[in-house]
């Protein structure tokens, strides 16, 4: 079992290359061994493209050893046709001898299928080697799958006083720029990104991708009357965004009004997004969006900073009915992570 953890690690390692770039298909990754030496690998690049199977088979040189190898993969090999083949029937296509795999694949069109195939063409399978660190790494992917909604996180920066603006709204600069460096590589990484109607109308944000290399998320707000000035950078078509409100259906060039029901909830929102195929969102405030996600539960992370300045009076910061499950030093800042629901094994 030791082995097997060895290399399925160096799988759960390349798997994470693929993030912000695959969505809404799964982080994998997959190493191919034989006599104990890594002969191939690779991970699933981009949406639409190769699955890690094939491309870390495309790796190995001597096909001949095929016969007698050991393949990793963070998650069971899909056995049905999508945008590429099924990446079981090529593994049985190699005759691969063993198939290592991390999790098993909850979505109904694969679910347990991959391994049947694998283990009805004579190929041994081995499940749930670092099983637990595939389903953390994954965690976007089964709460779509699990939940039928987006893996929610939320995130805000509050003064060392607890404070996350001040009275009139102004939150700059509570965290220093390396912290604000780190949300722009969040938001490269999730499909999408909320802002409530306050924190649109006082601060004007762009919620696009500036100080990191990556693709921009969809931005999504409620207006529910169409109240907001639409010289803001949100009405501006630079980048997908939806609108939720009461009043107006109508779509356009990277800008969508989505006419919701009266009274529509957090839920309701959630389930277009995950009809949308958009499987994350991080919520950036203001503080009565992020309250409401904390008071009716549809939240699975949270990250909070913590600057060093203090503001006296303001808007108080969301509070949290629990303990950090880590805590890091952003130079001078402290971020506090919590989890709602998963837990991550320790390493």
């Not at 195939?117 to 004579?122: E, I, N, P, Q, V």
């Not at 409530?196 to 006082?202: K, R, S």
């Not at 950078?233 to 107006?248: A, E, G, K, R």
């Not at 006419?259 to 969102?281: C, E």
Request: net charge neutral.
């Amino acid at each position: 079992m030791e082995r097997h953890e060895k290399f399925m690690r160096r799988a759960l390692e390349l798997a994470e290359w693929g993030a912000g770039r695959v969505s809404p298909n799964p982080l994998v990754g997959c190493v191919v061994v034989a006599d104990d030496k890594i002969i191939g690998e690779g991970f699933h690049k981009q949406y639409g493209g190769p699955h890690a199977e094939p491309n870390a088979l495309s790796q190995v040189e001597n096909l001949a050893l095929l016969p007698n190898a050991t393949v990793y993969v963070t998650l069971e090999p899909c056995a049905h046709f999508g945008k590429t083949p099924p990446c079981a029937d090529l593994l049985v296509s190699k005759n691969v001898k063993e198939v290592v795999i991390a999790a098993q694949d909850s979505n109904p069109l694969v679910g347990g299928k991959g391994i049947e195939k694998l283990r009805s063409a004579g190929i041994s399978v081995t499940t749930g080697v670092l099983e637990q660190e595939a389903r953390w790494q994954n965690r976007r992917f089964f709460t779509a799958i699990e939940k039928k909604r987006p893996y929610v996180i939320l995130k805000w920066a509050q003064t060392r006083d607890g404070f996350i603006a001040r009275t009139n709204y102004d939150s700059k600069w509570i965290s220093n720029r390396l912290s604000r460096q780190l949300v722009h590589r969040w938001r490269a990484e999730e499909d999408a990104i909320m802002v409530g109607t306050n924190t649109a109308h006082h601060d004007n944000p762009r919620l696009n991708v500036r100080d990191w290399i990556g693709k921009n998320p969809v931005r999504l707000f409620i207006d529910q009357h169409l109240k907001l000035d639409r010289t803001l950078h949100l009405f501006d078509q630079s980048q997908p965004t939806l609108c939720y409100n009461l009043l107006l259906a109508e779509k356009m060039e990277n800008l969508e009004f989505v006419k919701m029901v009266p009274g529509f909830s957090l839920a309701q929102l959630l389930t277009d997004l995950y009809n949308r195929n958009i499987h994350s969102l991080i919520v950036e405030g203001g503080s009565h969006l992020l309250r409401q996600f904390i008071s009716t539960d549809l939240w699975d992370e949270a990250r909070v900073f913590t600057g060093d300045g203090r503001f006296g009076q303001g808007i108080p910061a969301p509070l949290l009915d629990r303990f950090p499950t880590e805590t890091r030093a952003i130079q001078d800042d402290r971020l506090d992570l919590y989890c709602n629901v998963w837990t991550r094994k320790s390493e």
